[in-house]
C-alpha cells in the first residue's frame, strides 16, 4: 500500500511518499480502508520533533480520517466490513491507503456525511467538545468566545456552543472567515485584526464580559483573553506557538481560571463521551463538519505548510 511516512524529524519536505507492507488485524483490530485524512497543526508540531510525545521513527503520521471497515479481528463487536466509519486515533497512522486500529479506535459514520467531512470529526470537534464542556463546563446561556473561530476547531466550537443554547462570538482574521463563522452559528463574528474589536466584544455581552474562551493562539491572545473576562471566567487554551507575559492580577480581580488542555489526555471514558455526543450530533445534522481545502496524499507537505497559515477555514483534507 501508499504511505506518507517519516525516517527523520524536521520541515513538511521530511514527509515521503512510500510503498510499505498492509497492516494485518489482531483480536480487537479493525483494519480502515482510508478515503480521506483530516491535516492537524499538532501533525506538524509531531512531525518536527515539537510535539510532547515522539513517536518511534519512521512512522505514518495523522489521527483523523474517514473510510470503510476493509477487515476486522476476533473479538471486534462494534463494527463491521463494510461499515463507513470516522478514525479517532490509530495504530499505525492514517496517511495511507490503510490504517489499523483498536475498535474504540472507529466510529459510525453517518450516511448524511462524507467521507470528508468525516475526516475532520475527531480533533476538531472532539478538542471543541472537550474544553466547553469538561474543561469550561459551558452552561445555556453563557457567552463564549472562539478566538480564531474560522478554523477545524473553530468552526466545531461554533456549532457545538449554538446548539447547546450560549451566546456565541467567534473571530476571524478574513472577511470570508467571518462570513463562515456567522453561518456555522455564531451571533457575532469580529475581525481580530481590528483596533477595537476587543470593545465590540464587550459591548455585545453587554458589559459583562465573557463567561467562557476558547484560546487558540495563546501565545498572542491570553492577555487580551483575560480582560473580556466575566466574574468567574474560564479561559481554555487549546494552542499556543510560543510564551506570553500577563499580568495574574486581572485573573484574580475576575476570579477567572485559565485551563490548559490537551486532547491525548483525555481518559478514556471521556473520549467515549465525547465521541457517543459527537455521533449523534452528526446523525441529527446539528454536527456538519466544513472542509475548506482538498489536496492529494502525494501533497501531504503542501498540506503541513498550509494547515499553519493564517486565514484559516474550516479544514484541510488529503484525499486517497
Not at 227 to 254: C, K, N, Q, W, Y
Request: proline fraction near 5%; glycine fraction near 12%.
Amino acid at each position: 500500500m501508499k504511505a506518507i511516512r517519516v525516517h527523520e524529524f524536521g520541515g513538511p519536505e521530511v514527509l515521503k511518499l512510500e510503498d510499505v507492507p498492509s497492516p494485518q488485524v489482531r483480536e480487537g483490530q479493525v483494519l480502515v480502508r482510508i478515503r480521506a485524512i483530516g491535516v492537524n497543526p499538532a501533525d506538524t508540531y509531531i512531525r518536527a520533533g515539537r510535539y510532547a510525545v515522539r513517536p518511534t521513527l519512521p512512522y505514518t503520521p495523522g489521527m483523523d480520517a474517514g473510510g470503510t471497515v476493509d477487515s476486522v479481528g476476533s473479538g471486534v463487536t462494534r463494527v463491521k466490513v463494510g461499515d463507513r466509519v470516522y478514525v479517532a486515533g490509530s495504530l499505525t497512522g492514517v496517511y495511507a491507503e490503510l490504517a489499523l486500529c483498536s475498535q474504540d479506535q472507529v466510529w459510525r459514520l453517518p450516511d448524511n456525511i462524507s467521507f470528508e467531512e468525516g475526516a475532520a470529526v475527531h480533533v476538531p470537534y472532539a478538542t471543541a467538545y472537550r474544553a466547553l464542556f469538561q474543561k469550561a463546563f459551558a452552561r445555556p446561556g453563557e457567552a463564549v468566545l472562539v478566538h480564531g473561530a474560522s478554523g477545524g476547531v473553530g468552526v466545531a466550537a461554533v456549532q457545538l456552543a449554538r446548539a447547546a443554547g450560549l451566546l456565541v462570538i467567534g473571530t476571524a482574521g478574513t472577511e470570508t472567515g467571518a462570513k463562515l463563522v456567522i453561518e456555522q452559528g455564531a451571533h457575532h463574528c469580529f475581525n481580530h485584526h481590528s483596533a477595537d474589536y476587543l470593545d465590540q466584544i464587550t459591548a455585545v455581552t453587554g458589559g459583562r464580559g465573557v463567561n467562557v474562551t476558547l484560546e487558540m493562539l495563546a501565545n498572542v491572545n491570553l492577555a487580551k483573553d483575560l480582560g473580556l473576562m466575566a466574574p468567574g471566567g474560564r479561559i481554555v487554551v487549546i494552542g499556543s506557538r510560543g510564551t506570553i507575559e500577563i499580568d495574574p492580577r486581572m485573573a484574580m480581580s475576575r476570579d477567572a481560571t485559565v485551563i490548559g488542555m490537551a486532547l491525548l489526555n483525555a481518559p478514556d471514558a471521556d473520549r467515549f463521551a465525547i465521541h457517543s455526543a459527537l455521533v449523534a450530533g452528526l446523525e441529527s445534522g446539528i454536527l456538519r463538519p466544513v472542509v475548506g481545502r482538498r489536496l492529494q496524499l502525494s501533497e501531504a507537505a503542501r498540506a503541513h505548510e498550509a494547515v499553519l497559515e493564517p486565514g484559516a477555514h474550516g479544514k484541510i483534507v488529503l484525499t486517497v
